[in-house]
């Protein structure tokens, strides 16, 4: 994507855009929405890349603490949560209501999700406020399988 093109998609966005592009590639919208989660919550990789090849800090948080990694989480985007995860957005960062993007894919049943960020390093063992780990919110069998043999390894 060249810069007139990522600049057209934050303005359709809703994002101020000022001169050089790279002092407001983390403005924010609503929720304090930045692009790059945005394009992540969209599932939309060029824009993603593009973003993040502009200076897109993937470690920012919006107003519920839901960061960049949750959002392609949400969209189910596997190339989104693969380029975050090398791009050094966190794996254990916790939301408003203590869940990390590991302990929503597993309660949401993202089994593709859940062995990304396993593979990535994530922390089985954090809890919600209501003191629940991916496991114990596993919404399938092949999440917990996978849950559990990392509980086991992490305890070896």
């Given at each position: 994507?060249n ?9 359709q ?26 394009a ?8 993603l ?11 920012l ?5 839901n960061?960049?990694?949750?959002f ?9 949560v ?25 309660s949401?049943g ?29 919404a399938?069998s ?12 992490s305890?070896?």
């Amino acid at each position: 994507m060249n810069e007139k093109e990522i600049k057209f998609w934050l303005i359709q966005a809703g994002f101020n855009i000022a001169e050089p592009m790279q002092a407001n590639i983390n403005s924010t919208i609503s929720n304090a929405t930045t692009p790059l989660m945005h394009a992540a919550r969209l599932g939309n990789i060029e824009v993603l890349n593009t973003l993040l090849t502009y200076g897109a800090a993937p470690a920012l948080l919006n107003a519920d603490s839901n960061g960049a990694l949750w959002f392609a989480c949400f969209a189910n985007s596997e190339v989104c949560v693969d380029a975050l995860i090398k791009a050094g957005a966190p794996l254990d960062t916790q939301n408003i209501n203590g869940a990390t993007a590991l302990i929503y894919c597993a309660s949401a049943g993202k089994t593709p999700m859940v062995r990304q960020l396993l593979a990535a390093g994530a922390n089985t063992e954090l809890m919600t406020l209501d003191d629940f780990t991916a496991l114990e919110l596993a919404a399938n069998s092949e999440c917990m399988k996978m849950l559990k043999a990392a509980k086991v390894a992490s305890h070896a």
